[in-house]
């Protein structure tokens, strides 16, 4: 493996490099909803997630662009997001809360706004539990009628460092087929269905499916990864944050035409109930079952991780020829939080993101 600026690279050919083409973008992305100036020669990054892993990568992507969009996972159906899209037929608001809280600026006025949307109201009544931003999102999706222009205007009230979309504009149901989701018959294949269920199922999930199939993806969001320089996929909940993504037939699309180059940032460890007992090379697998049309540019992963940390002592030559399947370079780095626990720490993980662009992007600036 060849070591380059402390980073290790596999499997990249200058060849593969990509042309970038100017667009001229009906919809704004990025600072114009927040009033932000674009900072000179900036990419334009897509993320694409859902919950504290999208929200981890936002962290530290902000540190890098305000040329920024989220494209939020709309399939969860527990907790206050839950309660609110069951009551009143919206979509879940609580990640698309979670991209706008990790926007918010990093001054009095973004950091207040930043907790305020993240309280939860407390005690047993009808507001116990909810998040003050999931109804503020909830309020003005019913003013305006429209969610993408009502998360705009959220995104305006807090000043974020970009955009926040969600991938689909109605809500979406996963389902999973699992082996050995009733222990009695560990061989036997279960469809388990609901993002809260599908998190903490026992068992082995196989493959998921979305409901309706099929959805239609917002056309910003398809835009925003058509014209984006990079596109970040991971880290999250894989079954049920990164993967829906890929399912969604528009934005899948989009991701295998689009002329940005792809980067795939793996878990710091595996998440009991989806992915326990998966290895390094098992998340790459499940990715290229789910999309087996799509090529990545670059995978990062956490070299602790994979070398006796949570992971254990992976199998290096084997994820490298997983990544290769995938067209990628393998890039080990340290992107976890130094305390050990399975955090992404913000700076490092910038730090990481900051090479990977440098390193598998274009030479000179972006525009």
Known sequence: ???????????????????HRPSERAQATGPAQSGQKPRPGAPRITALGGGQGLSASLSALRRL?????????????????????????????????????ALCGDDEWGRTWSEVIQQRFTGNGGLGGHAVGNLLIVALWEKLGDPVEALNWVGRLLNVQGRVLPMSAVPLDIEAQVRGHDPAAPAAVTAVRGQANVAVTPGTVLSISLLPDGPPAVPEAVSAVLEADWVVLGPGSWFTSVLPHLLVPELAKALVETRARRLLTLNLAPQPGETEGFTPQRHLEVIADHAPDLAVDAILVDERAVTGGAFGQADLAGLEKAAERMGAALVLDRV????????????????????????????GPWR
Do not use: C, W
């Open 65 to 101: 662009t305000n040329e920024l969009t989220a494209v939020v996972t709309v399939a969860d159906d527990g907790g206050s997001s839950g309660r609110l899209r069951t009551e009143l037929g919206v979509l879940p608001p609580g990640d698309l809360r979670k991209a706008l809280a």
């Open 336 to 363: 976890a939080h130094v305390d050990g626990s399975p955090r992404h720490d913000p700076e490092l993980l910038a730090a990481a993101y900051d090479r990977i662009f440098r390193t598998h992007g274009r030479i």
């Open 1 to 19: 493996m060849r070591q380059e600026h402390g980073v290790g690279v596999t499997g990249y050919s200058p060849a593969r490099q990509l042309q």
